[in-house]
């Protein structure tokens, strides 16, 4: 893994905080991991845009249900 310990241990503890599942924080250390090995691309926008969505939908409806209230 290329990504620092202490940037991993942050996404966790973010992703932990905003009371989000630690599959989310999984997913999101992936796939900054394969952009900081250059596996992966920013520029790629379809591959982009495939990560943000599975990114959008690990994150729970609880936000969702707050924003309709």
């Known amino acids: ?5 202490r940037v991993i ?3 966790k503890e973010a992703v932990g905080e905003a009371g989000e599942t630690a599959a989310l ?3 999101i ?6 952009l900081a090995s250059g596996n ?3 520029s790629d926008r379809d591959l982009t845009a495939r990560h943000l969505d599975l990114l ?5 409806d609880a936000d969702d249900d707050q924003l309709e209230s």
Not at 1 to 5: E, G, H, K, V
């Open 9 to 11: 241990a942050a996404i």
């Open 56 to 60: 959008y939908e690990a994150v729970s």
């Open 1 to 5: 893994m290329n990504l620092d310990s």
């Open 25 to 27: 924080s999984q997913k």
């Open 29 to 34: 250390i992936v796939w900054l991991d394969s």
């Open 40 to 42: 992966a691309r920013l």
